[in-house]
């Protein structure tokens, strides 16, 4: 899933990683093999949002699903694996009710 930026700020108060700007260097590789998405990296790995509808939570919302981990304790090389959601819901659009 493609965030726009409204959606990545929404996220970032939601969730502990950093997002990779499009022009980062690994990005076009990501999206070789991921597709196209919005990529950030924590403490454990790669991961994106996938659409996702919850009745609890009040407008559009997205799971984070895991992709690689890291694969050296100085987290610079990513072991992929196959896509793990992960149960963490984040809002991206409010409810306009």
């Keep these: 899933m493609k965030l726009n930026a409204t959606q990545v700020k929404q996220t970032m108060t939601q969730l502990n990683a950093?997002?990779?700007p499009d022009d980062h260097s690994a990005v076009a590789q990501l999206n070789s093999v991921f597709g196209?998405?919005?990529f950030f990296v924590d403490t454990s790995g790669l991961k994106v949002l996938e659409p996702a509808q919850s009745s609890g939570m009040p407008g559009q919302t997205g799971e984070v699903?895991?992709?690689a981990d890291?694969?050296?304790p100085e987290l610079t090389?990513?072991?992929p694996h196959?896509?793990?959601p992960t149960g963490v819901l984040v809002t991206l659009e409010p409810?306009?009710?």
């Design 77 to 79: 090389s990513l072991r």
């Design 70 to 72: 890291w694969s050296d």
């Design 65 to 67: 699903v895991s992709l």
């Design 18 to 20: 950093q997002v990779l």
């Design 36 to 38: 196209e998405h919005t």
């Design 95 to 97: 409810s306009k009710h």
């Design 82 to 84: 196959e896509p793990e």
